[in-house]
């Protein structure tokens, strides 16, 4: 297994642009989620997702768009980059047949938008 | 609203000594707590969860947590610290409903030979 992988690693964007952060996970876990981490402040969720079709907001969901076609690609957008969106967004997975059940995270993409 | 607290940012130790890094949580239910690491320029890997039974967890690379009820406390510990347990600790309790994890802001180890 491959377990959670995403791309790219690092990108700079300028402001106003717009990107696609990629995460997928071979494990058939059907929960799925985006988080960015920022200095002093833990990781801050983003959104979420249950399975196929389904999609939360988290408590960070302003300037992010999700989408969940499948079970093992939980894409990230930001539709018009601003500098505040300069962070580190993880991507997790999980089942979801118990709250037990333990997070795995992907090695993370640096974003950095002038 | 679940939350938790790590009340230090960092913690300096020496190598060989004692480790502890501490962790609060508010939840209206039964609490599900864990512990990650993460080091340098690397995602979160887990390290231990609570559930339910022993108040004592142990996991991985030699490190327990203690779980508190009366005083809502999660402490991570390590009787021996290594130089190599220098990274940044987050405690997090996780949503009973879909799974979300709140996290504490973490905690920076700093281990010295």
């Known amino acids: 297994n491959a377990g959670v992988t995403q791309t790219p690693k690092f990108q700079v964007l300028k402001t106003g642009q717009s990107m696609t952060l990629q995460c997928a996970q071979d494990?058939?876990?059907?929960?799925m989620s985006w988080y960015r981490q920022d200095p002093g402040m833990g990781l801050r969720l983003i959104h979420y997702s249950v399975g196929a079709g389904i999609t939360d907001q988290g408590e960070v969901p302003n300037g992010y768009n999700v989408s969940r076609s499948t079970t093992e690609d939980f894409p990230l957008r930001l539709l018009s980059a601003a500098p505040s969106q300069t962070s580190v967004y993880f991507c997790a997975s999980s089942y979801l047949t118990g709250v037990q059940e333990t997070q795995y995270f992907g090695p993370g993409t640096r974003l950095l938008v002038l | 609203a679940q939350s938790v607290a790590q009340p230090e940012d960092q913690v300096n130790v020496a190598e060989g000594n004692p480790l502890t890094v501490k962790c609060t949580y508010s939840?209206?239910?039964?609490?599900?707590l864990f512990w990650y690491v993460q080091y340098p320029n690397r995602g979160l890997q887990f390290l231990l969860k609570y559930i339910t039974g022993d108040n004592l967890v142990k996991g991985s690379y030699g490190f327990e947590a203690e779980f508190n009820k009366s005083q809502t406390s999660f402490h991570l510990k390590k009787p021996s610290a290594l130089v190599s347990d220098s990274a940044l600790y987050f405690c997090a309790v996780r949503d009973i409903r879909w799974g979300k994890l709140q996290f504490g802001a973490g905690t920076q180890v700093v281990v010295t030979p």
């Open positions: 939840v209206s239910g039964n609490p599900y």
């Open positions: 494990m058939n876990h059907e929960y």
